[in-house]
Nanobody, 124 residues
Framework: QVQLVESGGGLVQAGGSLRLSCAAS????????MGWFRQAPGKEREFVAT????????SYADSVKGRFTISRDNAKNTVYLEMNSLKPEDTAVYYC?????????????????WGQGTQVTVSS
C-alpha cells in the first residue's frame, strides 16, 4: 500500500509561483514514474506532468509547458511540481499519482495510487 500526501497549495496572485510537494510512504517510489494531475470545478481531471522513475524523462501538458517543472528526490521519496507564471486558469485541485510502471503518461488509467489533492487558487 502506498500513501501519497500533497502539500504546498494555496492562494497566489496571477504571475506568482508555488511549489507543490508529494510525499510518499508505505513503499519506495524509486522504481515508478510519478505524475501530477489537476481538476477544476465542473471539469474532468486533466494531466499536468509526469516524470520517469529515474527523473531522466519528463513530459508536460501543452497548457503548462515552459511554466511548470516536475522533479523528484528518490532519497526523500518525494515528487515536486514547481509552478511559475501562474494564471487564473491554473486554479484547481492538484493531485499526485504513482504510475504502474517505470514510465508514466497522460492517462489516469496509467496510475494506481493517488493523493488526496491540494488546492491551488490563482487570483487575477
Amino acid at each position: 500500500q502506498v500513501q501519497l500526501v500533497e502539500s504546498g497549495g494555496g492562494l497566489v496572485q496571477a504571475g506568482g509561483s508555488l511549489r507543490l510537494s508529494c510525499a510518499a510512504s508505505g513503499r519506495t517510489l524509486s522504481s515508478y514514474a510519478m505524475g501530477w494531475f489537476r481538476q477544476a470545478p465542473g471539469k474532468e481531471r486533466e494531466f499536468v506532468a509526469t516524470i520517469s522513475w529515474s527523473g531522466g524523462s519528463t513530459s508536460y501538458a501543452d497548457s503548462v509547458k515552459g511554466r511548470f517543472t516536475i522533479s523528484r528526490d528518490n532519497a526523500k521519496n518525494t515528487v515536486y511540481l514547481e509552478m511559475n507564471s501562474l494564471k487564473p486558469e491554473d486554479t484547481a485541485v492538484y493531485y499526485c499519482a504513482k504510475a504502474k510502471g517505470f514510465s508514466g503518461g497522460p492517462y489516469y488509467t496509467m496510475y494506481d495510487y493517488w493523493g488526496q489533492g491540494t488546492q491551488v487558487t490563482v487570483s487575477s
